[in-house]
């Protein structure tokens, strides 16, 4: 079946470094894709989103990348600091019917050292 | 501000009792989720609605039941509990406008079934 799912488990940087998280999708059918931090023993938070008809979008210290051909989804955070240490998920949400459903990948540990 | 409030936070269950979770909402939101955490599973989605009302399944529904009798609440029963619903649950609620994917997450309710 279609899924959202992480290349890495697990990506341990030093504190000013950048990190990169990615994902592969594979629903066609998802119009936006989403990247939500969760901190231990917390809710997933959100992040960032991008629609489906963009490759980039940029936040603060966050940049999204959206790449449709090779359905793939990175989220890179510049200069890491030791309160980005959480669980990553990224998310796609597929409109089926006038509905938005968030469906979730396994999600990637970040941590960094001081 | 509020926000998703989850009650309650911390659960124990025997075997074959039943509970309800309940979920709360002050943000007029029409969407809202239960998903279920598991460790390496990432967030899997139980049951969802649209709007007061109305409910739909999701990826694993079996084992549980929802209600939304009104907007702002959206409940979650285990009539039969098993220790396979041993688990992290968290409700989620966003809006309908198109522009725009993020949900809102509540921070938890940790049950454990014996």
């Known amino acids: 079946g279609e899924s959202v799912g992480l290349h890495l488990p697990t990506l341990s940087v030093q504190e000013g470094d950048n990190s990169i998280i990615n994902c592969a999708y594979s629903?066609?059918?998802?119009?936006?894709f989403i990247w939500y931090k969760q901190e231990s023993g917390k809710g997933p938070q959100f992040i960032i989103d991008?629609?489906?008809?963009?490759d980039k979008r940029q936040g603060q210290r966050v940049t999204v990348l959206l790449n449709k051909t090779v359905k793939h989804l990175s989220l890179q955070i510049a200069a890491t600091q030791p309160g980005d240490s959480a669980v990553y998920f990224c998310?796609?949400?597929?409109?089926?019917?006038?509905?938005?459903?968030?469906?979730f990948g396994r999600g990637t540990s970040l941590i960094v050292h001081p | 501000n509020a926000g998703v409030t989850q009650t309650p936070k911390f659960r124990v269950l025997k075997t074959g009792q039943s509970m309800t979770l309940l979920c709360a909402q002050d943000m007029n939101h029409e969407y809202m989720y239960w998903y279920r955490q598991d460790p390496g599973m990432g967030l899997r989605l139980i049951h969802y609605?649209?709007?007061?009302?109305?409910?739909a399944k999701g990826e694993v529904p079996d084992g549980y039941n929802v209600s939304r009798l009104k907007k702002q609440n959206f409940l979650l029963g285990l009539e039969s509990a098993a220790p396979s619903q041993t688990s992290v649950y968290f409700c989620a609620s966003s809006s309908t406008r198109p522009v725009g994917a993020e949900a809102f997450f509540g921070q938890g309710t940790r049950l454990t079934v014996v």
């Open positions: 609605s649209v709007g007061e009302g109305t409910t």
């Open positions: 629903n066609s059918a998802s119009d936006y």
């Open positions: 991008i629609r489906s008809n963009m």
């Open positions: 998310a796609e949400r597929v409109s089926a019917g006038g509905s938005y459903i968030p469906t």
